[in-house]
């Protein structure tokens, strides 16, 4: 199966992306908004998260940093989320760390739709009722022996799952995806989940297809990440980081024909 892949229309359409997102990365997921050719909102009080998502194309929910202030927002950001029909991604940021964070990602899975959830390995293996993980890092969890799980855990929540690490994966249940790109430098920089979070909302606030939206940021993400790591010296994070938003900037269509590495099948 060929992806169509449409990145340009998130220039041609300038979605609103509202962001409810950890204090860790809000910078990063809003300029990486704006290198994409969409704009960002970080509201994130309870009192106006609702009012400004129906103005929004798309919503972003990460609980890297959570209180009981930023849950009430994204419950009521996310429940009228549902009845505009805007998109949602949800980050599950070190879900499997504490009871509190699991609790949190419980709740939002009861009372929200999500159009995608993205993490990591340890993330998604903690949806499907595998707890690991003690912080926001991966482990060494094998993605083959539980993509049953994963793709049972799509199906069931009529959702798209991605899940980033050396070989992302991505199924809505029935077709899933492969993709081989990217770059080890990715982990030694901050924020780069969160980034890619981030570029599944721009996707879908430009409309693409959720399935495809997964496939398409991940695979930006590991493209900009090899070109980066390509302009660097070794171990230059610093650099490497700042070369990152320019590639976010300079990425096209054609690039991610040509140089994308992904297999799709039926699950």
Not at 37 to 60: F, R, T
Not at 108 to 118: A, D, K
Not at 217 to 231: I, K
């Amino acid at each position: 199966m060929t992806i169509a892949f449409k990145w340009e229309k998130i220039r041609e359409e300038q979605p609103l992306i509202h962001h409810i997102t950890n204090y860790v990365t809000v910078t990063d997921c809003a300029n990486i908004t704006l290198a994409c050719g969409a704009s960002p909102v970080m509201a994130h009080a309870p009192e106006e998260v609702s009012e400004m998502v129906a103005h929004s194309q798309a919503l972003v929910l990460n609980i890297g940093t959570l209180s009981q202030s930023l849950i009430e927002s994204m419950i009521r950001a996310a429940k009228t989320a549902n009845q505009k029909q805007v998109p949602i991604v949800l980050d599950p940021v070190g879900v499997g760390a504490t009871t509190f964070r699991l609790q949190t990602v419980q709740e939002l899975l009861r009372q929200v739709q999500f159009t995608v959830i993205r993490g990591n390995a340890s993330e998604i293996a903690t949806l499907c009722g595998f707890r690991e993980g003690k912080g926001v890092d991966a482990i060494d969890t094998e993605l083959k022996q539980f993509i049953p799980q994963v793709r049972k855990l799509a199906k069931q929540l009529q959702t798209v799952i991605a899940v980033s690490g050396e070989v992302d994966y991505i199924t809505d249940g029935t077709q899933e995806a492969q993709i081989t790109n990217g770059t080890e430098l990715l982990t030694k920089v901050t924020g780069t989940g969160c980034m890619t979070t981030a570029l599944i909302g721009c996707c879908l606030g430009a409309g693409i297809p959720p399935f495809t939206s997964a496939i398409t940021s991940l695979l930006v993400m590991g493209l900009v990440g090899e070109w980066a790591e390509g302009l660097v010296e070794a171990d230059n994070v610093g650099s490497f980081r700042t070369y990152l938003f320019d590639g976010f900037a300079k990425m096209n269509n054609q690039w991610l024909q040509k140089k994308g590495k992904v297999y799709v099948t039926a699950g």
